[in-house]
């Protein structure tokens, strides 16, 4: 079972970056698919960024090119670089993880282990 702890939310101006961590204290991490999914007040969870235990990324279109997840399994980190943020960016981040066979990447309802989330504030 995955224990996910999210940090590196903030507030930054219109084309900032920021840089956000999500911790297992579990130990399967490094056999989980895991996923950044965000939230912003009034509209639905959407998935961000996909990452399998090979290290295959998948990104919404919405972020393909500004964003980019990466995962070091030595440490049970889940990371995701955000560049060129814009203000539709702003959000509560979560991360998420889960066996692979049984996730649809960026499908929040496939996923099980979720993080507390952590907030996205862009300013323009």
Known sequence: QAQLVE???GSVQSGGS????????????KIYCLS??????GKEREGVAAIDKHG?????DFVRG???VSRDNSKNTLDLEMDSLQPE?????????D??????????RTYAYWGQGTQVTVSS
Request: hydrophobic share 40%.
């Open 99 to 108: 066996d692979c066979w049984s996730i649809i990447p960026l499908e929040a």
């Open 18 to 29: 920021l840089r956000l961590s999500c911790v297992d204290s579990g130990e399967h991490f």
């Open 36 to 41: 950044w999914f965000r939230q912003a007040p």
């Open 66 to 68: 500004r964003f980019t």
């Open 89 to 97: 960016d702003a959000a509560m981040y979560s991360c998420a993880a």
């Open 7 to 9: 940090s590196g939310g």
């Open 56 to 60: 295959k990324t998948t990104y919404a």
